[in-house]
C-alpha cells in the first residue's frame, strides 16, 4: 500500500520534476562531471589530472564536491586500488553521450562560424560604388567551394543585427557608437558636378552644404544627391568614397580638394560578431591597405 502511495505521487510530481529540471539544468557542475568522467576512464585520480593538466587534489576536490551535490558516493578505494560504485558506473553511459553531444553542439557552432555565408547590411549606393567590387575580388581570391563565397544583403544599414541575422552593416556615421567597428575610408567630403550640370544646389540628409547655399533639390539619400548629380541637375557635397569612381571616370568634376568630415563608413557589428573567423577575415581584407 505504501509503495503504490509513493508512485501515486511520483506520478503526480511528474510534471513538476520536469520543470524543475529544466530551470537548474543551467546549474548543472558540468566541470566536476567532466573530473568524474576522466577518473572513471582511468580509475586514478592521478591519471585523472594528468589529462586534465591539474593536480591529483584538484580532482579530488571536485569529485568530493561531485558526490555532495549529489548525495551519493561514486568512487571508493580498495587493496586493489579506485572502483567505481554502483551509483558512479550508472550515470557514466549517460554522461558520456550527453558530452558527445556538447561535441557535436561546440562542432555545429564551429560550423556556422566558418562558414562562407555573409549577411551585410549596407547603404545601395556605397555598396554599388566602393563595396562591391572590392567584395567581388575577395570572392575570386577566397573560394570556398563551386558556388564561392555567398552574400545577402540587407537595404537598410541601420537594421537590427538580431532580427535581420546580420553579420556585418555599415553606416555613414561619426562612430561606432555602442557596436565594435573600423573605419572603411578617410573622413572626406567633396563638392561634386557632371561636366555640365544646372547653376543649383543638390541637398541631402548629412550633405553639410556651404553656408549660405540656398538648395532647389531635396535629396532623400546620398545615393539619390549622387544619382542627380550624375544627370546634371546640380552639385552636392558628398562624401568621397561615394564619387572617387565618378571622378576618375570624369562623370563627376570636383570644385576644391576634399575636406575634412565629420562622418565616415564604418564597418559595425557587435563585440561578439568579431569573434568569427569569417568576419576576421572579411574584414582584414575590406581594410587592407
Not at 69 to 77: A, D, K, Q, W, Y
Not at 169 to 184: F, W
Not at 230 to 247: E, I
Request: with cysteine.
Amino acid at each position: 500500500m505504501a509503495a503504490l502511495y509513493r508512485r501515486r505521487i511520483i506520478l503526480r510530481l511528474e510534471g513538476c520534476r520536469l520543470k524543475r529540471f529544466s530551470v537548474k539544468r543551467t546549474h548543472l557542475p558540468l566541470n566536476a562531471l567532466r573530473v568524474y568522467d576522466a577518473a572513471a576512464r582511468h580509475l586514478s585520480f592521478t591519471r585523472a589530472a594528468d589529462e586534465l593538466a591539474v593536480t591529483p587534489a584538484a580532482v579530488g576536490q571536485q569529485i568530493r564536491a561531485l558526490e555532495d551535490h549529489l548525495g551519493t558516493v561514486l568512487f571508493r578505494r580498495t587493496s586493489k586500488g579506485l572502483e567505481l560504485t554502483p551509483e558512479g558506473e550508472a550515470g557514466l553511459d549517460a554522461l558520456r553521450e550527453g558530452f558527445l553531444r556538447f561535441e557535436e553542439s561546440v562542432a555545429a557552432m564551429q560550423a556556422g562560424q566558418a562558414s562562407d555565408r555573409y549577411t551585410i547590411a549596407a547603404p545601395r549606393d556605397f555598396y554599388a560604388e566602393w563595396l562591391a567590387p572590392r567584395l567581388a575580388v575577395f570572392q575570386a581570391d577566397t573560394p570556398k567551394d563551386s558556388a564561392g563565397v555567398l552574400y545577402s544583403f540587407v537595404a537598410d544599414e541601420n537594421a537590427d543585427f538580431t532580427e535581420a541575422n546580420l553579420d556585418l552593416a555599415i553606416r555613414l556615421v561619426d562612430g561606432p557608437g555602442d557596436l565594435e567597428g573600423v573605419q572603411l575610408a578617410p573622413a572626406e567630403r567633396v563638392t561634386v558636378a557632371a561636366p555640365t550640370h544646372r547653376d543649383a544646389w543638390i541637398d541631402w540628409p548629412g550633405a553639410a552644404l556651404p553656408d549660405g547655399v540656398k538648395p532647389c533639390i531635396k535629396a532623400g539619400s546620398a545615393g539619390q544627391a549622387l544619382s542627380s548629380a550624375l544627370a546634371g541637375m546640380g552639385r552636392t557635397v558628398l562624401p568621397m568614397p561615394l564619387v572617387a569612381g565618378a571622378l576618375k571616370s570624369g562623370a563627376l568634376e570636383a570644385s576644391g580638394e576634399p575636406q575634412e568630415s565629420l562622418r565616415a563608413y564604418w564597418l559595425l557589428a557587435p563585440t561578439p560578431q568579431w569573434r568569427s573567423k569569417k568576419v576576421k577575415a572579411l574584414v582584414e581584407f575590406l581594410t587592407r591597405g
